[in-house]
């Protein structure tokens, strides 16, 4: 045995591995992964709360950052933060193709009405329905994003 390791670790290892060091040297090996993965798994993190704002038209920068600000105080709370408030998804418009913020109401460039409604009792319905499934209103076709009303 080498009396350096003997002397030198003495609090390294504890007391039941000091016999065989090849047992505490893995156990030093599979300390050093964990951490090592820990790191790894906080650093892809914070790199998808900065990729994941940038796809949803939020500022990137101040996301990440507070992500990172409060990362060693509060560990998580960085990331619940970021998920509760962040924005929903952009998608495109029906009829120009245009990305669309998820809560608007008309699309900016063409100006089709995102969330049609029912004439009658002016709840939401969907451009495919022939009739309201709240008031049986029947409904016409869209045109430009808005239902008629069908006359008989």
Not at 81 to 90: A, N
Not at 95 to 123: T, Y
Request: glycine content about 6%.
């Amino acid at each position: 045995m080498n009396r350096w390791d003997a002397t030198h670790y003495d609090g390294l290892f504890p007391y039941e591995l000091r016999d065989t060091p090849a047992l505490a040297y893995l156990a030093l090996a599979g300390i050093v992964t964990g951490i090592s993965l820990f790191v790894a798994a906080i650093i892809f993190w914070v790199a998808y709360v900065n990729r994941d704002a940038k796809r949803r038209g939020m500022n990137s920068a101040v996301w990440t950052l507070l992500v990172i600000v409060l990362l060693p105080a509060w560990t998580f709370v960085g990331f619940l933060i970021y998920f509760l408030m962040r924005e929903p998804l952009p998608y495109p418009c029906p009829q120009c193709g245009k990305s669309v913020g998820a809560r608007f109401n008309f699309c900016p460039n063409c100006k089709c009405n995102l969330h049609p409604s029912c004439p009658n009792c002016k709840r939401e319905v969907v451009e495919t329905d022939k009739f309201c499934p709240y008031c049986a209103q029947e409904l016409g076709t869209a045109t430009g994003g808005e239902l008629v009303q069908k006359t008989s």
